[in-house]
């Protein structure tokens, strides 16, 4: 393999936006990381997850869900689903089937 066709088969940065502060009546839930970015080879292993902190700003413990999980794209996974912070949020990508470029998706996390 050429160093050429090497850089043609790097996959993009895979960019999750949307993950911070979310206001939920008398609570605010506090995810860690506003972005979390991911990097492959197209026919590589998927890169590693990525775990993220979910609080709440008053540090009571409050029930928190990911809102948008029917509409996240497949390649992305995120576990558990919901839970009460403080907690973390794992977050995965599967690059199978994906062809070299930028992906983006946003994680919508609500009590």
Do not use: C, K
């Amino acid at each position: 393999m050429t160093a050429r066709s090497r850089r043609e088969m790097i996959v993009g940065a895979l960019l999750l936006g949307g993950l911070g502060v979310v206001h939920a009546e008398a609570q605010t839930i506090v995810v860690g990381s506003p972005l979390a970015v991911f990097s492959g080879v197209v026919g590589g292993p998927d890169p590693p997850a990525q775990v993220d902190s979910i609080t709440s700003a008053g540090g009571a413990s409050v029930t928190w869900e990911v809102r948008n999980l029917a509409r996240l794209a497949p390649w992305l996974a995120v576990t558990p689903r919901g839970g009460r912070a403080p907690d973390a949020l794992q977050i995965g990508v599967n690059i199978a089937g994906l062809r070299a470029g930028v992906y983006r998706d946003t994680i919508a996390v609500a009590s």
